[in-house]
Structures are given as C-alpha cells and as structure tokens.
C-alpha cells in the first residue's frame, strides 16, 4: 500500500507537468534539428547544476543559469563540479562540429545536459532551455512550478556568424544600464554582435582622451534639446565586458567623413572654413563632413580610432561612410581610402555602411547594406571581389521603422515594417547578384531619433528583433511565418514578465 501511495503522488505532478511543458520546438530562434522523445523533466528544491568534468570553462554559464532560475523557482540550484545526478548537466565535450556557438541539449526524466564544444554553445543551449521553461521563470519573485522541460533533443548550430544588432546611442543619449538591459535581451535570441552607433551630428558619446571636449561638449545634448551624455572609457569597458558576459561582442562606431557635426562643434580645426559650427539637435542627416583636404583630418582620425582599439577586444571597428552629401564624391572616396588602412593597422577588421563600396573596400573589409532596392551594382561587384556583407535592409530590418501609420514612435522612410515584413526575406538572397557566400551575418539597427527610454527601445525591438534573429540563426529550410508566429506569440508572456513593452502586432495571435 505504501509503494502505491508513492506512487500515486509522484504521478500526480508528472502529469500536471506534462500538460504544462512547453512542446520541445516552441522557441525563437528556431532550432536546426528538434526530436521530442520520451518523458519531460521536471526541477525540484534538489535539482543541481552541474559542470561536468573537463569543463571548467563552462562555470560562468553555469553561475549564470542558476542565476537567471533561482529567483522564481525558489529553488537553491547549487553549481557543483562533479556530476551528482538528478541536475542540469553543462559539458564543454561537445561534439567539434557543434562548432563554437551550437549546442546539443537532451532532456528526460533524469535531468537535462547541454554540450557544447565551446562556452557560446553551452550559452546558447542556456538561452533554449530557459524558453522551454514556463515563461513565469522570468519573474523576479518566486512563483509556482512545475518547472517542466519536454523530452526529447535538440541539436542547434546557427545559419550565419555574424548576427547583430545596432543601438544608436547618439541621437538619443542611453545609460549603461540601460545598454546592459539591451544586451540580456538580444542574448536571449541568441546575437551575438552589439554595434554601438557611437558618434552623430546630434553627439559624440564616447570619452576620447586626445580630445576631450568631443565627449564633454561634443556630447552635451541630443535630438530634442535634452542633456545627452557620453561614456567614459571605463563605462564603455563597463558595456565591452558585460556583453562580453552575455557571448556578445561590442562593433564600435565613429560614423565619418558625413554625421560629424557633434566633432565639427568641439574642435574648430577640423572644418574647412576653421570656424566651428553650433551644436545640432534636429533630426536632419547629410549636412556635415570632415574636412578632407586637412592633414588634421588624418591626425585626428587615427588618435580616435587607437583610443577606441586599445578599449575593444573584438576584432571590428565600423567606420560609417553613410550619407556624405556634403562630401565631394572624389573627397569621399580619398578619405574611406586614407581611413581604412589605419583600422589594419590598430589590427582592427574595417565595418562601414555600403556607401563604403563607392571607394574601394580594402581586403577583408565588410560593407553593410542598407538598402531597400536589392539591386546595388557597386555593392553586389565588391562582394564578388570579396568584400563581406552584412545585411540589414531597411524596409525589413529597421528597427526604427513605424510598424504602421498609427505607431506612436518610429520613422517611415523606408515604408512601414510589420512583424511579417521583419520576417519576410532572405539574407542569401536579398541583395540580387551578389554571391550566398559573401554574407556573413544580419544586422538589425535601431535609430533613436523618435526614442528615449528604455520602453522606447523595447516597443521598437519587440517582436521585430526577434524575427531577424531568427533569420540570423535557423536554418533557411525552417523558414515559416505560420511557424513563426506560433512561436513568436508564445513569447509574449515571458516579455510580459521581463517587463518589456511589446508592440501588440495584430498579425501574431498572442494568448
Ligand atoms: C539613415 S541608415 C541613416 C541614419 C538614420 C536612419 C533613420 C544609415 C546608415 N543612415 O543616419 O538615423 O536612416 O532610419
């Protein structure tokens, strides 16, 4: 009678736990490979986290993992080194083909593993695991279980390397804090890359120690009038090591010869006609340039970008070349030409907007395309050269896109982006002639001219950046708005327990 009782109990919860579980593929981005099997797991107050051995490096994962469960479960998680059964098990044995960032997660009735041959992959399975997990995980306070995984495998490597997104810090001034927020978010779609869009007509937001008035007036306002602000270097090494800790690797930005008005203010010297300009807050671009001619330009130029390298562990330094109206063609394509070589030698991989593709691209640069069209010939020639490409289209990954003629913040020169148009594209195909390969990643920019606060942010990146993420990480074969959108409005609940004030797109179907 006693082993019938127990057993009675012990079915009871299982099988509240069954109905409650997250089915195995029911997450953004979508997995490469999804094969339910066999009975859920379910955590308990004794439920560990293990770091198997060998795997020493897999440790911040694990302290981070506990972190993110801790709270609303109630549970004590304990990391411990050796595999002590009934745990979530991290391993850093993984299978090489993994590569650096996939991960294989296994769950059952025993526990959960994820391997991984590097701590990206253990990261990114830890990002898997937490959408499997009831979207109440994500709250603060402690909430009721069960906390029930699906059974079954997952084996997940993403689609391109480089997958991104962009926070104009410029037109509008954003804390540390505020960043930080941004970079826990992007980890849980798994980018990998955050650019920061350092540098505008509007404000320069990064301390310079050769020229300090860029930060402290160069800095001192924004769109709007308001008191902008700028990061000292160890603010910025603050927001390099924190994404750091989230696998995400910090693109700086100083956007030249054009949206350099906020530098042209500061230091009188670097304007043609010697004679500083005021400081702009409007919303205009293409009005302001470096001054080609000058041999101050290049002085200037190369102390920026050092101070910049010397703050960066990764290996880019994006150099704009967007919209230089105001800079002679010829006088455009000297500068990016004199400019790049100084991003090779501070050991640097040059990053500019595909303007950059009117000079000449040096070896092993990449141009990011903006457009709308798909059908620039300068663009698509130097990818055939070897240029690399980062794709971010605006009429479908501009975060700052209105969603539609009613939305309360956002622009609308490249048309309106709905949920579906965020999706609806290939970044293999997108840019017409040019060649699959050449396409290292995607990239989705959020320009802050209409945008201030942090639930600003958020009602532009939700559920957009989502959908270029995917299109960042999943398979092209699993390509599928009915799909999508499943999954996508399952997120819902977790935004709404992370606090993030989502755009309620009509074309979801949210619970
Ligand atoms: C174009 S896209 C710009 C930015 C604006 C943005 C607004 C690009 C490289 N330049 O200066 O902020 O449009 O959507």
């Keep these: 009678a006693a082993g019938t009782g127990t057993a009675v109990q012990a079915a009871a919860p299982a099988t509240a736990a069954t109905v409650a579980a997250t089915p195995l593929g029911q997450v953004v981005p979508v997995p490469a490979s999804v094969r339910p099997h066999g009975a859920p ?50 391993r850093l044995d993984g299978d090489r083909a993994l590569g650096d960032e996939g991960y294989r997660l296994t769950s059952g009735p025993g526990g959960v593993e994820i391997r991984a041959a590097r701590p990206a992959g ?3 399975g830890v990002q898997t695991l937490r959408q499997l997990l009831p979207a109440g995980v994500e709250r603060h306070v402690r909430q009721h279980g069960p906390w029930t995984v699906a059974g079954g495998t997952i084996t997940d490597v993403p689609r391109y390397s480089y997958r991104g997104a962009m926070l104009d810090v410029a037109r509008h001034f954003f804390t540390v804090p505020q960043v930080e927020r941004y970079i826990d978010e992007l980890a849980l779609y798994k980018v990998n890359r955050l650019h920061l869009h350092l540098t505008d007509d509007q404000g320069w937001r990064i301390a310079v120690s050769a020229y300090p008035r860029l930060a402290s007036y160069g800095g001192s306002t924004e769109v709007g009038g308001g008191p902008g602000g700028y990061y000292t270097k160890a603010q910025y090494q603050q927001i390099v090591r924190y994404a750091a800790s989230r696998f995400l690797t910090v693109v700086p930005e100083v956007d030249m010869p054009a949206h350099t008005n906020a530098a042209l203010a500061s230091y009188a010297d670097l304007n043609c006609n010697g004679v500083a300009p005021p400081l702009y807050t409007g919303t205009k671009v293409g009005f302001s340039s470096l001054c080609v001619p000058k041999d101050v330009t290049y002085r200037f130029v190369a102390q920026v970008l050092r101070e910049i390298a010397a703050l960066t562990p990764g290996p880019y330094l994006h150099i704009g070349g967007d919209e230089a109206h105001s800079t002679k063609p010829a006088d455009y394509v000297s500068f990016m030409d004199r400019i790049q070589p100084i991003v090779g030698k501070l050991g640097k991989t040059v990053i500019g907007w595909h303007q ?100 600003h942010i958020n009602y532009l990146a939700f559920p957009r950046l989502p959908a270029i993420a995917e299109l960042g990480w999943s398979p092209a074969a ?27 797109s009509p074309q979801v179907g949210w619970p």
């Design 41 to 90: 797991f379910t955590l308990t107050p004794a439920t560990r986290i293990d770091v198997a051995a060998r795997s020493r490096a897999a440790r911040p994962v694990a302290d981070y993992l506990a972190g993110l469960l801790r709270p609303a479960t109630g549970y004590r998680l304990p990391v411990t080194a050796a595999r002590t059964g009934g745990a979530i098990v991290l």
């Design 122 to 124: 253990l990261f990114h």
């Design 356 to 455: 950059l593709t009117d000079a000449h691209p040096v070896r092993g640069a990449i141009a990011q395309y903006w457009g709308t069209a798909g059908n620039e010939a300068k663009v698509v020639a130097a990818a055939k050269a070897g240029t690399k490409l980062v794709m971010s289209p605006a009429n479908h990954a501009y975060l700052d896109m209105k969603y539609n003629p009613s939305s309360p913040l956002g622009l609308n020169w490249a048309g309106y982006v709905e949920v579906k148009d965020a999706y609806g594209w290939d970044p293999a195909t997108f840019l017409r002639g040019a060649p699959a390969s050449a396409v290292l990643g995607v990239e989705a920019p959020l320009w802050s001219e209409t945008i201030s606060t942090e639930d």
């Design 478 to 504: 699993t390509h599928n708005w009915e799909s999508f959108r499943v999954r996508l409005a399952a997120q819902g609940p977790r935004w709404d327990a992370l606090g993030i004030d989502y755009y309620r």
